[in-house]
């Protein structure tokens, strides 16, 4: 054991971690074959095979669990401390991994990323976009960003400040053709665009006025698991879409889609970055919060764009 390197220990704990060598390898910026050359240095000199590999799949073998439970949270302190001492420096450096939903790493890249980008030259930001939740501890990551109600009780929660709210939208030809939906019962009679979620289940839309809720379960012959797809079909006229107005506002503006339901789709909490308390923070992520604090608390246009 003597003789494994922290970059070994690094890799195989990134491998269990994303469950392929391809998927670790990017992580790790490495090729698959020099990745898997370290990984078999390192069952070398451990005397044990820590991983299961076929052509398809990679699974940790029993020696390789227990290797894991022992080894992941001790380098997670090692680097831990090794970030405290980084912390002494006066210009953040290094990267921040952050886990979010698609719709939410299309809301901050522009006015939180690409300012601290700015601001830090010396930073690097990996974000990893995920429709399911992921524990970011056990994953890896420093930071996730959810909407405000799916933030985990046990994180710190920092607003962005931006409240969210969705859309129904059909194309001009297409609401010309099947008239506009006034209340969302008679979205039944319309042709929308189906949203998968990441649990294989298919989304209801979700509406509320006056206190009244209501949940429709569409209709179509289209069903999609990305925004940026449901956009395109919305677009080009075959149905009626529910995204996040922040996806579709321009085309709104602009004419290409218009706006139904409008009334029926108030607007609820929005966005919040988390991170867990117990961790000691590095100086990048510090920063990278502050700077989502100033934005949130000044009303910079920029977070709302």
């Known amino acids: ?31 698959t074959t020099a990745l898997s050359h370290t990984i078999g240095r390192l069952e070398a000199a451990l005397g044990v ?12 073998t029993d020696a390789g669990r227990l290797f894991m439970q022992q080894v992941a949270p001790s380098l997670q302190d090692l680097h831990a401390a090794l970030g405290s001492v980084r ?16 719709f939410a790493a299309r809301s901050i890249i522009k006015p939180l990323v690409l300012e601290f980008l700015r601001r830090y030259p010396d930073m690097n930001v990996d974000i990893v976009t995920e429709g399911k ?13 959810r909407v405000e109600g799916l933030v985990p009780t046990d994180m710190i929660a920092v607003s962005l400040g931006r409240p969210q709210r969705h859309a129904v939208v059909g194309s001009p030809e297409y609401i010309e053709k099947h008239g506009i939906p006034l209340a969302p019962p008679d979205l039944l009679t319309h042709s929308c665009i189906r949203v998968r979620l990441p649990d294989g289940s298919l989304f209801r839309w979700r509406f509320e006025k006056g206190g009244e809720q209501v949940q429709i379960d569409v209709r179509g012959q289209i069903t999609l698991d990305e925004a940026s797809l449901t956009r395109t079909a919305v677009l080009d006229g075959a149905g009626l879409g529910y995204l996040f107005e922040q996806d579709i506002l321009p085309e709104i503006e602009v004419g290409q889609v218009i706006r139904v339901l409008a009334d029926w789709t108030p ?25 989502a604090r100033e934005l949130s608390r000044t009303g910079d246009p920029r977070l709302k764009s």
């Open 133 to 145: 939740m992921v524990d970011i501890v056990r994953e890896g990551f420093d930071l996730g960003v």
């Open 87 to 102: 912390e002494q420096r006066e210009t953040p450096s290094g990267t921040i991994r952050i886990n979010a939903a698609p």
């Open 267 to 291: 607007s609820y909490p929005g966005l919040c970055l988390y991170y867990p308390g117990r961790r000691n923070l590095s100086a990048g992520v510090r920063a990278f919060l502050e700077l």
């Open 49 to 60: 095979r820590l991983f299961n590999r076929t052509t398809r799949s990679v699974s940790l």
């Open 1 to 31: 054991m003597d003789q494994a390197t922290l970059k070994e220990l690094e890799a195989a704990i990134a491998i269990a971690r994303r469950g392929t060598f391809r998927a670790a390898s990017i992580d790790l910026g490495l090729s």
